[in-house]
């Protein structure tokens, strides 16, 4: 069982302990996602395969909560940051600029070079190097930037 997965379970047995019913429920997302996704492809999610699907949730209740601002659903709005922060909890460190701009150009020197065809092998490499770290479309949209 990876360490990220035995955390999320520790935490929710801790929030079942203690009755805490917010955080339990938030942290019962978080294991019936991993349990869809290992029943599903019959696979065990490692701490890399969490991060995406922790990802993913994050990307979703950002999304949900764009769109019950828009339709004045405050109880919706706060119900969906608590998840937010609580998913927040098991990401990794964010990357600072700096961090973002040297991986960057490694991708762009390793795949040979700022060249626009080159989008895709660039991606690649960035892809597993920034999972929950950075949000894919503006790494997508800064290469993007180089290129050019």
């Known amino acids: ?12 047995k801790e929030a079942m302990k203690t009755g805490k019913t917010r955080e ?3 942290l019962r997302l978080i294991t019936s996602a991993i349990k869809q996704i290992e029943v599903d492809e019959r696979i065990v999610v490692d701490d890399a395969r969490l991060l995406a699907i922790l ?9 949900s909560i764009a769109q019950y601002q828009s339709a004045n659903r405050q109880d919706l709005v706060e119900k ?6 609580v998913i927040q909890k098991f ?10 701009d040297v991986i ?4 762009i020197h390793q795949s040979g070079g700022p060249l626009k065809q080159n ?10 190097l920034i999972q929950g770290r950075a949000d894919a479309a503006r790494v997508s949209a800064q290469v993007k930037e180089r290129l050019n």
């Open 1 to 12: 069982m990876s360490s990220l997965k035995q955390q999320i379970d520790a935490e929710l």
């Open 24 to 26: 339990r429920d938030a």
């Open 55 to 63: 990802d993913k949730m994050l990307k979703q209740r950002r999304e």
């Open 80 to 85: 969906e940051q608590f998840e937010v922060a």
């Open 91 to 100: 990401m990794p460190a964010p990357l600072s600029d700096a961090e973002l």
């Open 104 to 107: 960057i150009a490694e991708a």
């Open 119 to 128: 989008m895709g092998k660039i991606m690649a490499t960035i892809k597993p």
